[in-house]
């Protein structure tokens, strides 16, 4: 892969972001780092990584914020050549019958609303381009089956983002532009701040592996679907799952 290459992620300063900007950082002229509350994080990996690390910060669940985050990538005349979508807010473990609306709307706006309008100023650009990777990270309870208990606005937001991917791998399919996912089952990150323990334990359990994914466990997936090897891949949700 060319290093003089663009890369955009969002939620960048989330564990997997942080270990996956690690990962591809070589391969990569310049990366647009997106994150919502501190860029503690990305300041220390820009002192592995290098002044190639560009901070931007947003809430997306405030739309005025993410719509000025959008008009802000592309506004020097950049764009993005990939795209990794990683936004989500901590999981809570709620009865459908105790979420309220707004429950759904801040996992909406901060996971899928987003990927809407960044995609819809990125896309049009990488088709001009005839070159333009794009990966989302559903969940595996988009292909886990029973579905996830005490989750519903999570794997609704989910299924939509799973949803938004094939429409958009199959409406650029033939303008050099690919579209992917990332579905990973439970990883042992901060993300679970909110989840009761016993779940947690009784995720891993249940697993082949007897154990839940690392970070390290779903890089790879990641670095595969922005390589030149899948270039004729796209509208492919892979599942990292540890055989579950």
């Not at 005839?130 to 996830?148: I, R």
């Not at 409406?171 to 779940?199: C, Q, W």
Request: hydrophobic content about 40%; overall charge neutral.
């Amino acid at each position: 892969m060319n290093d003089d290459k663009t890369l955009l992620i969002t939620g960048a300063s989330s564990d997997v972001g942080l270990s996956l900007i690690r990962k591809v950082a070589k391969n990569y002229q310049r990366i647009i780092a997106h994150y919502h509350h501190s860029d503690q994080g990305l300041l220390l990996l820009k002192e592995e990584v290098g002044e190639k690390i560009v901070s931007m910060q947003a809430d997306f669940t405030d739309l005025q914020s993410t719509l000025q985050f959008a008009e802000k990538v592309i506004g020097d005349g950049t764009s993005p050549d990939h795209f990794i979508h990683l936004p989500a807010p901590p999981l809570n473990n709620n009865k459908f019958s105790k979420s309220n609306w707004s429950d759904f709307e801040v996992e909406l706006s901060t996971s899928f609303r987003s990927a809407v309008i960044l995609c819809q100023k990125i896309l049009p650009l990488m088709a001009k381009k005839k070159l333009g990777k794009v990966v989302f990270m559903p969940s595996y309870c988009v292909v886990n089956q029973p579905a996830m208990k005490f989750a519903v606005p999570y794997t609704s937001t989910k299924y939509a983002l799973l949803g938004l991917m094939k429409c958009l791998s199959a409406e650029y399919a033939d303008k050099g532009v690919t579209v992917n996912g990332v579905s990973p089952s439970m990883i042992n990150t901060k993300f679970l701040a909110g989840v009761p323990e016993l779940v947690i334990q009784k995720n891993a359990l249940e697993s082949p592996l007897k154990r839940n994914l690392q970070v390290q466990d779903i890089l790879s997936a990641f670095d595969f679907f922005l390589s030149d090897g899948a270039d004729c891949i796209t509208g492919q949700n892979l599942a990292v799952t540890g055989g579950k």
